[in-house]
């Protein structure tokens, strides 16, 4: 069974930054383009970044220049640096796998606040 495991969240203040890393096995990694979503109560879950199989990425506007998707494929992890945070970035983010179909992790929550 495919597993997503999410690691790096916390309490960060303002303007501080977090490192968000997601390990995958039982996948055949280097296929998949894999994403970071982000959830907040009451509300639909959100793409923040992704990155293709072939390394090309994409985020959503309001983290364009802060975050930061990348993937290590020879150890099977996708990680989201996390610069600049603010308060409206806090959610619990979710790890996702995604080539036909998608796999998501279990989630990690992100707080900033002073």
């Known amino acids: 069974q495919v597993q997503l495991v999410e690691s790096g969240g916390g309490l960060v203040q303002p303007g501080g930054s977090l490192r968000l890393s997601c390990a995958a096995s039982?996948?055949?990694?280097?296929?998949?383009?894999m994403a970071w979503y982000r959830q907040v109560p009451g509300k639909q879950r959100e793409l923040v970044a992704a990155i293709t199989s072939g390394g090309s990425t994409n985020y959503t506007d309001s983290v364009k220049g802060r975050f930061t998707i990348s993937r290590d494929d020879a150890k099977n992890t996708v990680s989201l640096q996390m610069n600049g945070l603010k308060p409206e970035d806090t959610a619990v983010y979710y790890c996702?796998?995604?080539?036909?179909?998608?796999?998501w992790g279990q989630g990690t929550q992100v707080t900033v606040s002073s």
């Open positions: 996702n796998a995604y080539r036909v179909i998608e796999y």
């Open positions: 039982r996948i055949i990694f280097t296929i998949y383009r």
